[in-house]
Nanobody, 127 residues
Framework: QMQLSESGGGSVQAGTSLTLSCLSS????????MAWFRQAPGKERELIAT????????SYADAVKGRFTISRDRPKNSLYLQMNNVEVEDTAIYYC????????????????????WGQGTQVTVSS
């Protein structure tokens, strides 16, 4: 059973940068999706960035496109989210998630395919 653990959250000023990390408990040889979700107070959970390990294909929600970058360091079993020019609206709990083996990066868009979840890390952006 894969376990995920996020770190790197905190309180920052708008316009600054922050990097979140997600450490996986195991290495997988098969292709699968990893992603960052977030949930702001009073709002539904939102899929904001995905990464397909097979082709190293990233994708982003419009709300973060151009500001956030998802990346993976396979030897370190780690997933990252580089958050630049953060906004007050980025305040949320950020979750790392992973799917079971998938054949295509298209699977990464489907929220229900994410089977493994971290506990979340809080990001608070002040103006």
């Amino acid at each position: 059973q894969m376990q995920l653990s996020e770190s790197g959250g905190g309180s920052v000023q708008a316009g600054t940068s922050l990097t979140l990390s997600c450490l996986s408990s195991e290495y997988r040889g098969t292709d699968f999706c990893m992603a960052w979700f977030r949930q702001a107070p009073g709002k539904e959970r939102e899929l904001i960035a995905t990464f397909f390990t097979g082709t190293r294909t990233p994708s982003y929600a419009d709300a973060v496109k151009g500001r956030f970058t998802i990346s993976r360091d396979r030897p370190k079993n780690s997933l990252y989210l580089q958050m630049n020019n953060v906004e007050v609206e980025d305040t949320a709990i950020y979750y790392c998630a992973a799917t079971r083996p998938q054949a295509s990066h298209r699977a990464c868009r489907e929220d229900y395919k994410y089977f493994y979840w971290g506990q979340g890390t809080q990001v608070t952006v002040s103006s």
